[in-house]
């Protein structure tokens, strides 16, 4: 079985900075895109970042020139690094993964439990 777990929330003051990160386990034979997403209240979940398993990234308008995503492969980890932290951040973030699984050779498309980031003006 395959999972993703976040770590990484919890509230910070309008520009302040903050670090996630998000480890997958379990049978995996190879990590395609990993990516975060975030959902505000009242909102639909929107695209924040992703990165590619060569280092290729995308990010939301929003958020480029202050997050930048990154991973480490041999951790089958993702971080999301947040600077200049603004109270139009806060929101639950997810990560997700487009994973290979090593025993069915099934591609998986899976989502962390969500960590939340609250930024206070």
């Known amino acids: 079985q395959v999972q993703l777990a976040e770590s990484g929330g919890g509230l910070v003051q309008a520009g302040g900075s903050l670090r996630l990160s998000c480890a997958a386990s379990?049978?995996?034979?190879?990590?395609?895109?990993m990516g975060w997403y975030r959902q505000a209240p009242g909102k639909q979940r929107e695209l924040v970042a992703t990165?590619?398993?060569?280092?290729?990234?995308n990010y939301a308008d929003s958020v480029k020139g202050r997050f930048t995503v990154s991973r480490d492969n041999a951790k089958n980890t993702v971080y999301l690094q947040m600077n200049s932290l603004v109270a139009e951040d806060t929101a639950v973030y997810y990560c997700?993964?487009?994973?290979?699984?090593?025993?069915?050779?099934?591609?998986?498309?899976?989502w962390g439990q969500g960590t939340l980031v609250t930024v206070s003006s």
């Open positions: 997700n993964a487009d994973i290979l699984e090593l025993s069915t050779f099934r591609r998986l498309a899976r």
């Open positions: 379990g049978t995996i034979l190879r990590i395609n895109t």
């Open positions: 990165i590619t398993s060569g280092g290729s990234t």
